[in-house]
């Protein structure tokens, strides 16, 4: 740096939701899945460690199962507002026999994601720093004049059981009505 210069300001950290070539505000097609799933729900200062539990829970349904995953960890929230969450976390399941229904209560059982028509986002870093990234899809959204509806899912990209929460990569699908 010259004499005189104003210094740079420091990085800050997970200073954009996502990193160049992710996609974001992409619209795309998502394919139903079923998923070996479990509902709960969550205040917000504990949310990554509920579906961090949900998650292993499902991990052992599957074992105890004998079902094979199919694909990435998903979080279908039902509901969200400022106290906390509701969800289903699950794992696509290879073979989910079609007449395995959901249970009526929140037990692990085979459930069916959301498809359709949606627009895809990515964030990185740790659950507790996605606000940042659901205010900029928020604002996307708002330029494109797009209406969503109220369930939305997250396709974890890195394994939320093993990676480093500042490392998760997470896909985030909402549905334009």
């Known amino acids: 740096m010259e004499a005189g210069q104003p210094a740079a300001p ?14 974001f505000g992409e619209e795309v097609e998502f394919a139903e899945r079923r998923i070996l799933s479990i509902k709960g729900g969550a205040g917000w200062e504990n949310g990554f460690e509920a579906l961090r539990q949900a998650f292993e829970t499902v991990q052992a349904g599957l074992a105890e199962r004998k079902l094979t995953a199919d694909g990435k960890p998903v979080v279908v929230y039902l509901r969200a507002d400022d106290a906390g969450f509701d969800f289903e976390a699950g794992i696509p399941v290879a073979g989910a026999p079609e007449t395995a229904d959901a249970p009526a209560d929140d037990r692990l059982g085979i459930r069916r994601t959301p498809s359709g028509r949606a627009v895809r986002f990515t964030h990185r870093g740790a659950f507790d720093t996605m606000d940042r990234t659901y205010d900029a899809m928020t604002n996307l959204l708002d330029e494109k004049r797009l209406d969503v509806g109220e369930v939305y899912v997250e396709e ?20 334009p009505k």
């Open 10 to 23: 420091p990085p800050q950290a997970n200073e954009l939701p996502a990193q160049p070539g992710d996609p």
């Open 156 to 175: 974890y990209q890195t394994d939320p059981l093993t990676t480093p929460q500042d490392q998760l990569r997470v896909f985030i699908y909402v549905f």
